[in-house]
């Protein structure tokens, strides 16, 4: 059964430091991705990476993925309070038709950047 | 611009009631999802969907069901309602490939 861990499940910052989010997965993927949601708001894609060494980058934040240590990281640069959020990753969902779409979540990572 | 829309919004009803909530896309994809979302659970599928007349199972199905119709649409059903399906309903939808899923607002469900 496919699992994803998110670490930390919540995190303090103070603006303009940096730190990572780490997402874990437990089966083989060669796909990942990363989703925002702001309080009592919908999920919003930030990321899709689709390969061995893949990486993103969309101002502050920064998304790797290394598939053969099933490993995604989302780095955050300098952060701002605009950047409080909760961020989860997914992964293609295994035995219930991943390689058609479905996604396992992670428990999120609640973000808080305080001034 | 296509959207994903569900409705209602926010809903309060009695256990062992029927509920129905809905979702509808101009997206026109293929895929539908349905997930619930619950602190310290983050998101579990609950049903899933690859086009018209195909539904599928997922993670946390039990006492849900969906039907679809046509492309748009993929209505989410509680049969008898329980205060353990109170959550935040998340619906979404995706075209083939490795393209993210869209979602929708969500619906606040409150089961007394």
């Known amino acids: 059964e496919l699992k994803v861990e998110q670490n930390p499940l919540f995190l303090s910052m103070q603006e303009g430091k940096n730190y990572t989010i780490y997402c874990n997965y437990s089966?083989?993927?060669?796909?990942l991705y990363w989703y925002r949601q702001d309080p009592g708001k919908s999920l919003e894609s930030l990321f899709v990476?689709?390969?061995?060494?893949a990486v993103k980058q969309e101002g502050r934040l920064m998304a790797s993925l290394d598939t053969k240590a099933r490993l995604s990281t989302l780095h955050i640069t300098a952060a701002v309070h605009d950047l409080s959020a909760t961020y989860f990753c997914?992964?293609?969902?295994?035995?219930?038709?991943?390689?058609?779409?479905?996604?396992?979540f992670g428990k999120g990572t609640k973000l808080s950047v305080k001034p | 611009d296509a959207e994903i829309t569900q409705s209602p919004r926010h809903k309060i009803t009695e256990t062992g009631r029927q509920v129905t909530l809905a979702c509808h896309q101009t997206?026109?994809?293929?895929?539908m999802f349905w997930y619930r979302q619950d602190l310290g659970h983050g998101l579990r599928l609950i049903h899933y969907?690859?086009?018209?007349?195909?539904?599928n199972k997922g993670e946390v199905s039990d006492g849900y069901s969906v039907s679809r119709s046509n492309t748009e649409d993929l209505p989410l059903t509680l049969e008898s309602a329980a205060s353990s399906q109170t959550s935040v309903y998340f619906c979404?939808?995706?075209?083939?490939?490795?393209?993210?899923?869209?979602f929708g607002d969500g619906t606040r469900l409150s089961i007394l």
């Open positions: 979404a939808s995706s075209a083939w490939g490795n393209q993210p899923q869209h």
């Open positions: 089966t083989t993927s060669d796909r």
């Open positions: 990476l689709l390969s061995n060494g």
């Open positions: 997914a992964v293609p969902g295994g035995n219930y038709g991943g390689s058609q779409g479905n996604l396992i």
């Open positions: 997206w026109n994809h293929n895929n």
């Open positions: 969907s690859y086009g018209v007349q195909d539904t």
